[in-house]
T-cell receptor
Framework: KNEVEQSPQNLTAQEGEFITINCSYS?????LHWLQQHPGGGIVSLFM???GKKKHGRLIATINIQEKHSSLHITASHPRDSAVYIC???????????FGQGTRLTINP | KAGVTQTPRYLIKTRGQQVTLSCSPI?????VSWYQQTPGQGLQFLFE???????NKGNFPGRFSGRQFSNSRSEMNVSTLELGDSALYLC?????????????FGPGTRLTVT
């Protein structure tokens, strides 16, 4: 079993829909990151959080430390949001970032 | 501020050769981490450097090595290349070590081993 599990693996939605991507982890962490990767490979850090909730524009990230679970929400989704979203946790024991397998999001116009 | 840069962007090598990849962090960032991304294994941590010292290493064979210079620029080297080393190699820089510092990723070097 992977230390970081994301769901769903693939998600297709229509423009304007509310999107939720989930991340569960099994290790003790210092922080959790949500990353966005577009075709071509470039990765952008969307959020880094260790508790509570953060919001940036149409993106919202939440984390529940007790349940070892995080969610990434996109409101009013747009085709430009199409990308792979990756959850990564900083494993306190191993002292390294451990990544989920990614969620491929496609937003159709 | 300029972002993280990686050179070269694309590389084709044959089995048995060695390769050196370079990463220039954002000015002022002292930590550089390297990651390998493959379709089968996803993103995996290779190593982290801070102030010219390797702070941590992932589960990769000794053929993978790296170093960091006094200006924080970093290089990674892969010797005796194998077909399975074909991957996107990403570096990321941050202000400090590990933990609660946001990481800024470079565009990656796509290595193909034939």
């Amino acid at each position: 079993k992977n230390e970081v599990e994301q769901s769903p693996q693939n998600l297709t939605a229509q423009e304007g829909e509310f999107i939720t991507i989930n991340c569960s982890y099994s290790v003790g962490i210092s922080a959790l990151h949500w990353l966005q990767q577009h075709p071509g490979g470039g990765i952008v850090s969307l959020f880094m959080l260790s508790s509570g909730k953060k919001k940036h524009g149409r993106l919202i990230a939440t984390i529940n430390i007790q349940e070892k679970h995080s969610s990434l929400h996109i409101t009013a989704s747009h085709p430009r949001d199409s990308a792979v979203y990756i959850c990564a946790v900083y494993d306190q024991g191993a002292q390294k970032l451990v990544f989920g397998q990614g969620t491929r999001l496609t937003i159709n116009p | 501020k300029a972002g993280v840069t990686q050179t070269p962007r694309y590389l084709i090598k044959t089995r048995g050769q060695q390769v050196t990849l370079s990463c220039s962090p954002i000015s002022g960032h002292r930590s550089v981490s390297w990651y390998q991304q493959t379709p089968g294994q996803g993103l995996q941590f290779l190593f982290e450097y801070f102030s010219e010292t390797q702070r941590n290493k992932g589960n990769f064979p000794g053929r993978f090595s790296g170093r960091q210079f006094s200006n924080s620029r970093s290089e990674m080297n892969v010797s005796t290349l194998e077909l399975g080393d074909s991957a996107l190699y990403l570096c990321a820089s941050s202000l400090g070590q590990r933990r609660l510092y946001e990481q800024y990723f470079g565009p990656g070097t796509r290595l193909t081993v034939t």
